[in-house]
T-cell receptor
């Protein structure tokens, strides 16, 4: 059973371009979380999704950021018109259960660098 | 708003020493608390999960305790090894928000 897979591992974008980050949860997991780790800061929650539904997006910036978790395929975190402040490590985690009473399994992250 | 604090921010110890990492949180209404390990440039590995009804969990040389009423947890590492060098993160799960709130971590270095 493969772990949580994130790609790409490293993504370089110029200011104004779009960044698409992908996350494939562990097999059998239907709950996906995205977290962002800014330099010298802790991980911050962004969004929680179940298949085809956004459950909690309270940590996601209102503009330029969007997330989806379609019925088929990976979860996508999309950042439009990237700025230098978006440079960070973006981590995805998955769980088979709602409520988080089980461990969350994290991917290795995508390091986004905005030039 | 839940806030999680970890002390110390960094720690350097000689190999073989027993050590304690501390975590405190402001809102005691948690579902569980997890300790993670993060290696440079890599993802997070869950080490121990303590449910709110539990007092401690053990895995190998690791022991984590939880005092929910006082908002504290400790991670005890016995007989530390250089391979234990990493950043250790504490996170609490607040069910109402369906999300983990992380501390900023303790960066541990175990020297030969």
């Amino acid at each position: 059973n493969a772990g949580v897979m994130q790609n790409p591992r490293h993504l370089v974008r110029r200011r104004g371009q779009e960044a698409r980050l992908r996350c494939s949860p562990m097999k059998g997991h239907s709950h996906v979380y995205w977290y962002r780790q800014l330099p010298e800061e802790g991980l911050k929650f962004m969004v929680y999704l179940q298949k085809e539904n956004i459950i909690d997006e309270s940590g996601m910036p209102k503009e330029r950021f969007s997330a989806e978790f379609p019925k088929e395929g990976p979860s996508i975190l999309r950042i439009q018109q990237v700025v230098r402040g978006d440079s960070a490590a973006y981590f995805c985690a998955s769980s088979p259960f709602e409520g988080g009473n089980e461990k969350l399994f994290f991917g290795s992250g995508t390091q986004l660098s905005v030039l | 708003k839940q806030e999680v604090t970890q002390i110390p921010a960094a720690l350097s110890v000689p190999e073989g020493e027993n050590l304690v990492l501390n975590c405190s949180f402001t809102d005691s209404a948690i579902y569980n608390l997890q300790w993670f390990r993060q290696d440079p440039g890599k993802g997070l590995t869950s080490l121990l999960l303590i449910q709110s009804s539990q007092r401690e969990q053990t895995s190998g040389r690791l022991n984590a305790s939880l005092d929910k009423s006082s908002g504290r947890s400790t991670l005890y590492i016995a007989a530390s090894q250089p391979g234990d060098s990493a950043t250790y993160l504490c996170a609490v799960f607040t069910g109402g928000g369906n999300k983990l709130t992380f501390g900023t971590g303790t960066q541990l270095k175990v020297e030969l």
